[in-house]
């Protein structure tokens, strides 16, 4: 059974940098897609960073292109997500989620694509 286990959010001022953790238990992470989403109340889940293990591909939603960075350890069974430049307006909720479906059969940035969610972390982006 996948479990997966978020840390590293926090308050950060706008235009700071955090560094999002996701930690795998029970099952290798190799053989996964993990997503990053966010959600704000009132809003579903928004996909944000993503990252195939086996060959490391990595996806970008629009709007944080050039500012995130998704990353894998797999000796430590976890995927990273850096976050700089951050907005007020990315105050969310932050999850990682995880599908072991080969990658061409699902839409990547919709959350009903994965199995295995974590609890979510909150991140908020404030002076």
């Known amino acids: 059974q996948l479990q997966l286990v978020e840390s590293g959010g926090g308050l950060v001022q706008p235009g700071g940098s955090l560094r999002l953790s996701c930690a795998a238990s029970?099952?290798?992470?190799?053989?996964?897609?993990i997503g990053w989403f966010r959600q704000v109340p009132g809003k579903g889940r928004e996909g944000v960073s993503f990252?195939?293990?086996?060959?490391?591909?990595?996806d970008y939603a629009d709007s944080v292109k050039e500012r995130f960075t998704i990353s894998g350890d797999n000796a430590k069974n976890t995927v990273y997500l850096q976050m700089n430049m951050l907005k007020p307006e990315e105050t969310a909720v932050y999850y990682c989620?995880?599908?072991?479906?080969?990658?061409?059969?699902?839409?990547?940035?919709?959350?009903?694509?994965?199995?295995?969610w974590g609890q979510g972390i909150q991140v908020t982006v404030s002076s």
């Open positions: 989620a995880a599908t072991d479906w080969p990658r061409w059969t699902f839409v990547l940035d919709h959350p009903g694509s994965y199995a295995d």
């Open positions: 029970g099952v290798s992470l190799d053989r996964y897609t």
């Open positions: 990252i195939t293990i086996s060959n490391g591909k990595t």
